[in-house]
């Protein structure tokens, strides 16, 4: 049975359709964990002498996770802790050298990623103190969870193809 209404054609199959369609999902917002330019001296760089002496490094992130302060009862355990990620990042800073700012980003992430709350991470890098000319020299960075989870796969698969 088809019928033609405004120039559509309307085909019945005699399918259930379930009234819940018509009703809107209760959907979850998000919120934002903002860290802006939090200052560390770190060593990193490629060069001889940024491995002799650590430079201040500018860390910008903005974490979106899933919105439950509805339902948190007053305990810092409960969200995604800004504190509890700048202890993190220092710790990150504080744990050797690093060779490359990409690289740091690629163990932001990981540290941000390791909270399942956390739906995507955007993360600004900059080295302060690299030229005279320029007030800072990084990167601008950002994944969503989906990304993350791909590139890590991918990446451990080529880690088990070298092994």
């Keep these: 049975m088809s019928k033609n209404y405004k120039n559509i054609s309307v085909i019945s199959t005699g399918s259930w359709v379930p009234n819940e369609l018509d009703e809107p999902k209760?959907?979850?917002?998000?919120?934002?964990?903002?860290?802006?330019?939090?200052?560390?001296?770190?060593?990193?760089?490629?060069?001889e002498y940024e491995r002799k002496?650590?430079?201040?490094?500018?860390?910008?992130?903005?974490?979106?996770?899933?919105?439950?302060?509805?339902e948190v009862?007053?305990?810092?355990?409960?969200?995604?802790?800004?504190?509890?990620?700048?202890?993190?990042?220092?710790?990150?800073?504080?744990?050797?050298?690093?060779?490359?700012?990409?690289?740091?980003?690629?163990?932001?992430?990981?540290?941000?990623?390791?909270?399942?709350?956390?739906?995507?991470?955007?993360?600004?890098?900059?080295?302060l103190d690299v030229f005279s000319d320029a007030k800072s020299v990084g990167i601008e960075i950002s994944r969503d969870k989906t990304s993350y989870q791909n590139i890590k796969k991918k990446k451990n698969n080529i880690t088990k193809i070298k092994k």
């Design 26 to 47: 209760h959907v979850k917002g998000t919120y934002k964990v903002q860290i802006n330019e939090l200052v560390l001296n770190a060593s990193i760089g490629i060069h």
């Design 73 to 127: 009862n007053e305990s810092i355990s409960n969200v995604v802790s800004y504190e509890h990620v700048i202890k993190k990042l220092k710790k990150l800073i504080n744990s050797g050298h690093i060779d490359l700012i990409e690289t740091l980003s690629e163990k932001i992430f990981e540290l941000c990623f390791c909270d399942s709350r956390v739906l995507s991470v955007w993360m600004k890098l900059e080295k």
């Design 53 to 70: 002496k650590k430079q201040r490094v500018s860390i910008s992130l903005s974490i979106k996770a899933d919105d439950n302060l509805s």
